[in-house]
């Protein structure tokens, strides 16, 4: 007979002691989870109206995004073409590694992002939050930092 390991894990997550992060231009992220063995890291992304992440994708982890409020304009690339959908509170919109996507508030908004492994992802929001605030677009270099620190590419 073949004995399973069994991951036992428990954890309460009060949102008090949840990390804040202040993205600039008015985006805030609060990392709720990122300490479960490298499984999972869940984040509340509160954005304003006009506030988007350009192309991309994710060479290590799944991107799940749930819109608890608001509107979100969704680009995201389906056997292989690129459509645009708009979620509303409920909806949910999935994009596994190497799938391009992108986004736009259409309204203020709040939403959920879970990244299954945990690890690429919240240390990206770290680098992006220490950064200066009025430092954008992303120079070449800190591109090229993001693509091999965190694995996430930006494409066209």
């Not at 390991?5 to 992060?21: I, M, T």
Request: net charge negative.
């Amino acid at each position: 007979m073949v004995e399973l390991a069994h991951d036992k894990r428990g954890k309460v997550v009060k949102g008090s002691q949840a990390e804040f992060l202040d993205l600039g231009e008015g985006e805030k992220l609060r990392i709720l989870l990122d300490k479960s063995n490298s499984k999972v890291c869940v984040q509340e992304l509160s954005i304003v109206e006009g506030i988007c992440a350009p192309w991309h994708y994710r060479e290590v982890d799944d991107d799940i995004f749930y819109v608890v409020s608001g509107q979100v304009q969704f680009g995201i690339e389906e056997d292989g073409n690129r459509k645009t959908v708009v979620a509303n509170p409920g909806d949910l919109i999935l994009a596994g590694p190497y799938v391009p996507r992108c986004f736009k508030a259409l309204k203020d908004s709040c939403m959920l992002e879970i990244n299954s492994p945990s690890g690429p992802a919240e240390s990206f929001f770290r680098f992006m939050a220490s950064r200066p605030k009025d430092a954008w677009p992303l120079t070449e270099q800190e591109q090229e930092h993001i693509r091999k620190e965190y694995r996430i590419h930006f494409v066209k």
